[in-house]
């Protein structure tokens, strides 16, 4: 039946943190899903909404600051909860302004703090150069990440997160140490919007697989190859940042 093979996906704050193409990772993952023979439910978390009774996937995006700003606030008052989830293996992805509060904290550049959540264990500076272009991210876990980054945060990982890899093109978390995005579990974060899942199905992948074995116990791919994302990422690679 169709509903013994749903996964519900988590958006959120879609107001508020949806620039830079970033509903893209949504619409790519709902049409990953369905290849493999799912039916996707996407539930929008909004500020002030209800947080579902169950939840599969978690996923989010980048915003302004204003927007990220609201944002934090209405976080703060859900981290036991996003906390538990990632406990739990629930699979997540959040994407620059997600990553960052999904941290411990965000200093902008006129020195205020955003506090986060602490789900992963990154922290997170604004500065004075944006780092901007196509990034190469080599990755133990999904091979060579591709995605495009806008950004002006210095993000540093503790030693609760692991790189998601090692940038072979760009800056990724920041100029200095060479590393790209965050994992603590089951839960990544990237400053690699372009959208980043379009471009790399073995992430999509990692997520629907993650989520079908803890609700189904059980997980048979059946989406092949995506040619169209092969071509984007030979394109993505070819581009001068």
Do not use: W
């Amino acid at each position: 039946m169709a509903d013994q093979r749903e996964l519900v996906i988590l958006s959120l704050y879609p107001r508020d943190m949806n620039i830079y193409g970033d509903r893209g990772n949504l619409l790519a993952l709902t049409r990953r899903a369905r290849a493999h023979g799912f039916e996707p439910r996407v539930v929008d978390l909004n500020i002030g909404d209800t947080l579902p009774e169950h939840v599969d996937i978690v996923i989010g995006g980048g915003g302004q600051d204003s927007g990220q700003i609201r944002v934090a606030a209405d976080l703060a008052g859900r981290a036991a909860e996003f906390q538990a989830l990632a406990e739990g293996g629930t699979p997540m992805l959040v994407i620059c302004g997600l990553y960052q509060l999904f941290g411990h904290r965000f200093v902008t550049t006129s020195g205020s703090t955003l506090q986060g959540i602490g789900v992963l264990d990154v922290e997170t500076r604004g500065g004075d150069e944006r780092m901007i272009g196509n990034v190469v991210v080599d990755s133990r876990d999904f091979g060579e990440i591709i995605g495009y980054e806008n950004h002006s945060g210095y993000t540093v990982l503790g030693s609760g997160s692991e790189p998601l890899g090692t940038v072979l093109q760009g800056a990724g978390n920041n100029p200095d140490d060479g590393s790209g995005g965050a994992r603590s579990g089951n839960v990544l974060g990237s400053y690699l919007h372009g959208s980043l899942l379009p471009k790399n199905p073995a992430i999509s992948d990692f997520l629907i697989a993650t989520a079908a074995q803890r609700r189904y116990d059980a997980f048979e791919p059946r989406a092949g190859v995506d040619q169209t994302a092969e071509r984007a990422r030979a394109a993505a690679k070819r581009r001068p940042r």
